[in-house]
């Protein structure tokens, strides 16, 4: 069965250091979100993207973040200059043909800020 | 905006006992509904969902939930539980707007 998959699985760096998260969604599916879990909180909704742009954000999605596909298979999401509270598990999903079908997630990418 | 509420954080059970968790959301207009399981050291998986139709459904595993519209509410349930049901249970909301709107999560552990 197909799957989303992440990389790097645990990341850790530095404050203020830029940090890349990459994700493949399954290879049909046209809609992709990132969602974040801080330790022993909800998740929550980062941003959603389709047609090769944003269509939503939430509030934590503010200038330090951005998303691109820079190819036919990869998601990408970056923090430019990382924070403490940037510390989190952070989820890429994906789903088919629309926004309200069901959303696959990948593993995750535990991200650490030290 | 839309919010949903998982009343049990931390559910410990023997196995063979019966499983209700509990799930509530806020919002007047159309919703599908969402319970994903995330087992230790995985990632989260889809257990069932409801679209439309009948309010009763049936996933993975030997889980069922109801919808009922009238209280917002979206229950787990599981006859018999199974020391391998030890995992969090995320009830998840999807009302067109903002993509998934997750509840904090029911921690649950099975005893053998």
């Known amino acids: 069965e197909p799957e989303v998959t992440q990389t790097p699985s645990h990341q850790v760096t530095q404050m203020g250091q830029e940090v890349i998260l990459r994700c493949v969604p399954i290879s049909n599916h046209l809609y992709f979100y990132w969602y974040r879990q801080i330790l022993g909180q909800k998740v929550e909704f980062l941003v959603s993207f389709y047609n090769n742009e944003i269509s939503e954000k939430s509030e934590i999605f503010d200038d330090q973040f951005s998303v691109e596909r820079p190819d036919g298979s990869n998601f990408t999401l970056k923090i430019r200059s990382t924070k403490l509270e940037d510390s989190a598990m952070y989820f890429c999903?994906?789903?088919?043909?629309?926004?309200?079908?069901?959303?696959?997630f990948g593993p995750g990418t535990r991200l650490l800020v030290l | 905006a839309q919010s949903v509420s998982q009343h049990n954080h931390h559910v410990i059970l023997s196995e063979a006992a019966s499983l209700e968790l509990g799930c509530n959301y806020s919002y007047g207009g159309t919703v599908n509904l969402f319970w994903y399981v995330q087992y230790p050291g995985q990632h989260l998986q889809l257990l069932l969902k409801?679209?439309?139709?009948?309010?009763l459904v049936k996933g993975i595993k030997g889980f069922e939930a109801e919808f009922i519209k009238s209280k917002f509410s979206f229950n787990l349930r599981k006859p018999s539980v199974q020391w391998s049901d030890t995992a969090e249970y995320f009830c998840?909301?999807?009302?067109?707007?903002?993509?998934?709107?997750f509840g904090s999560g029911t921690r649950l552990q099975v005893q053998p």
């Open positions: 999903a994906s789903s088919e043909q629309s926004s309200w079908e069901t959303q696959y």
């Open positions: 998840a909301v999807y009302t067109g707007r903002r993509a998934l709107t």
């Open positions: 409801y679209f439309s139709g009948d309010p």
